[in-house]
């Protein structure tokens, strides 16, 4: 299963195998976001703005749950993927 931000919250990570952090500023998160929904026609942008930004700010200065993954992904470049226990960043294995 694959979830935001919220999945690493205290409550759940006991429950949880393995915890994965995709690392890139917020700005560019909502960004890609925000397109990502323009292409598949729908219009979020003020759920972006509004709701799902001030969310994750608050969630992350409240949780800090970048420091619970087990698995830190550089994610700022747009080519980024994994497979098993290697990971990807822009073509090359990190």
Same mark, same amino acid.
């Given at each position: ?6 999945l ?10 393995? +915890? ?6 917020? #700005? +560019?998160?909502? $960004? @890609?976001?925000?397109?990502? !929904?323009?292409?598949?026609? @729908? !219009?979020? $942008?003020? *759920? ?6 001030p #969310? ?15 698995? *830190?992904? !550089? ?9 098993? !226990? ?9």
């Amino acid at each position: 299963m694959v979830d935001l931000i919220g999945l690493l919250h205290p409550e759940a990570l006991p429950s949880l195998d393995v +915890t994965v952090w995709c690392d890139v500023d917020l #700005n +560019t998160a909502a $960004e @890609r976001g925000m397109a990502r !929904d323009q292409r598949l026609g @729908r !219009d979020h $942008e003020s *759920l972006w703005r509004d709701v799902w930004l001030p #969310n994750e700010i608050d969630f992350a200065e409240r949780f800090g749950p970048r420091a619970s993954a087990t698995i *830190l992904i !550089d994610a700022s470049s747009s080519a980024v993927a994994s497979s098993g !226990d290697r990971r990807y960043e822009a073509g090359r294995t990190v």
